[in-house]
Nanobody, 124 residues
Framework: QVQLVESGGGLVQAGGSLRLSCAAS????????MGWFRQAPGKEREFVAA????????YYADSVKGRFTISRDNAKNTVFLQMNSLKPEDTAVYYC?????????????????WGQGTQVTVSS
């Protein structure tokens, strides 16, 4: 059973930065792509970023491109989301997810394991 645990969320002012971490258990971490999603109050879950199994390919939602960076350290079974220039619109619960294949995109259906989420709140 694969388990994902997010951490690093918190309260920051607009323009600030946060680094989210996702620690994964199990032996398949390095074999699949990983993604980050977020869900704001009253809104549907939306895609944020994805990274290929080796970390060489990344994909971002237009709303975060240029501000967020996804990375991974397969030796430590960890995925990161560096968030810079944060905006109030970034406020949401952020979820880490493991994909089924080597590469993944924005579709929820491509992911088979999800973390519990970590709250990110950006104040004005």
């Amino acid at each position: 059973q694969v388990q994902l645990v997010e951490s690093g969320g918190g309260l920051v002012q607009a323009g600030g930065s946060l680094r989210l971490s996702c620690a994964a258990s199990g032996r398949s971490f390095s074999s699949t792509a990983m993604g980050w999603f977020r869900q704001a109050p009253g809104k549907e879950r939306e895609f944020v970023a994805a990274i290929s199994y080796s970390g060489t390919t990344t994909y971002y939602a237009d709303s975060v491109k240029g501000r967020f960076t996804i990375s991974r350290d397969n030796a430590k079974n960890t995925v990161f989301l560096q968030m810079n220039s944060l905006k109030p619109e970034d406020t949401a619960v952020y979820y880490c997810a493991k994909a089924r294949g080597y590469y993944s995109g924005s579709a929820v259906e491509q992911y088979d394991y999800w973390g519990q989420g970590t709250q990110v709140t950006v104040s004005s």
